[in-house]
């Protein structure tokens, strides 16, 4: 007769709770209010756990300039350092999210970064698209001035920004610095 087997009670598999106990976050899909918000309360507790490294995850299109801007300062705030993870395709305000990090990486095979101009898909009376205006050139030198800052982009990567789409694949990524080393 075979030996009895001894039940084995399975515990529950949570991925978000393992992921949490060891301090990493994901920002997949586009940027909004309520996605930075969820960010922020999670660097913010973590922060307040403890001051070990937190690793933001991103593959991103982008989205709310205002939301991405609130990561960035809760980012630049909190004692703990943020490791960013370029996974894949980061754009617009994700590739601005991704060059703040402490640590910065990418894929190697995947790891794509992009930005362009800022632009406002408002359409209104003339008063308050002057306003406005004043608004996104305000806006756009504060992401100018993170980006000189947190890379090594060159004026001709500039123009590209402002003229179009500067798309940077891995073999440019490092000597861009746009990351610290490719995964």
Same mark, same amino acid.
């Given at each position: 007769?075979? *030996? !009895?087997?001894?039940?084995? +009670?399975?515990?529950?598999? /949570? *991925?978000?709770?393992?992921?949490?106990?060891?301090?990493?976050?994901?920002? #997949?899909? *586009?940027? +909004?209010?309520?996605?930075?918000?969820?960010?922020?309360?999670?660097?913010?507790?973590?922060?307040?756990?403890?001051?070990?490294?937190? +690793?933001?995850?991103?593959?991103?299109?982008?989205?709310?300039?205002?939301?991405?801007?609130? %990561?960035?300062?809760? &980012? !630049?705030? %909190?004692?703990?350092?943020?490791?960013? @993870?370029?996974?894949?395709?980061?754009?617009?305000?994700?590739?601005?999210?991704?060059?703040?990090?402490?640590?910065?990486?990418?894929?190697?095979?995947?790891?794509?970064? &992009?930005?362009?101009?800022?632009?406002?898909?408002? @359409?209104? #009376?003339? *008063?308050?698209?002057?306003?406005?205006?004043?608004?996104?050139?305000? #806006?756009?030198?504060?992401?100018? =001035?993170? &980006?000189?800052?947190?890379?090594?982009?060159?004026?001709? /990567?500039?123009?590209?920004?402002?003229?179009?789409?500067?798309?940077?694949?891995?073999? =440019?990524?490092?000597? !861009?610095? %746009?990351?610290?080393?490719?995964?």
């Amino acid at each position: 007769m075979p *030996p !009895k087997r001894k039940k084995v +009670t399975l515990h529950s598999f /949570d *991925p978000r709770e393992i992921l949490h106990l060891h301090r990493q976050l994901f920002l #997949y899909g *586009p940027i +909004t209010d309520s996605v930075a918000h969820k960010i922020k309360q999670n660097l913010v507790a973590f922060d307040i756990v403890s001051n070990t490294p937190i +690793t933001l995850w991103l593959s991103s299109p982008g989205g709310s300039c205002s939301a991405g801007l609130s %990561i960035i300062e809760i &980012m !630049k705030k %909190i004692q703990s350092p943020v490791v960013t @993870i370029i996974n894949a395709e980061v754009a617009s305000m994700a590739a601005m999210i991704s060059i703040c990090g402490d640590q910065r990486y990418a894929f190697h095979d995947t790891g794509v970064w &992009m930005n362009h101009p800022i632009h406002s898909g408002q @359409i209104d #009376y003339l *008063p308050f698209i002057i306003d406005r205006t004043a608004f996104l050139l305000k #806006y756009n030198e504060v992401m100018q =001035k993170i &980006m000189r800052d947190n890379t090594k982009l060159n004026e001709d /990567d500039y123009k590209k920004i402002e003229a179009g789409e500067l798309w940077l694949f891995p073999d =440019k990524l490092i000597e !861009k610095g %746009i990351v610290d080393k490719l995964l």
